[in-house]
């Protein structure tokens, strides 16, 4: 399974975001720090893992 396209709305410090992803093997989300990097890879473990969101509220993460 490959992602081709991330949409995010109004998720943290990001108000919008349509990224239509490279067709490579690898991408890199490079940028200096603040820049909603993590946050990004945060969204996509939310929506592949929406179980542990209420685990890492519980465990303070």
Same mark, same amino acid.
């Given at each position: 399974?490959?992602?081709?396209?991330?949409?995010?709305?109004?998720?943290?410090?990001?108000?919008? @975001?349509?990224?239509?992803? #490279?067709?490579?093997?690898?991408?890199?989300?490079?940028?200096?720090?603040? /820049?909603?990097?993590?946050?990004? @890879?945060?969204? @996509?473990?939310?929506?592949?893992? #929406?179980?542990? /969101?209420?685990?890492? @509220?519980?465990?303070?993460?």
């Amino acid at each position: 399974m490959r992602i081709r396209h991330v949409s995010i709305r109004n998720f943290r410090g990001i108000r919008e @975001l349509d990224w239509a992803i #490279p067709d490579a093997k690898i991408v890199c989300l490079i940028g200096r720090g603040d /820049s909603a990097k993590s946050t990004i @890879l945060e969204a @996509l473990r939310r929506v592949f893992h #929406p179980h542990l /969101s209420d685990l890492c @509220l519980f465990l303070g993460l």
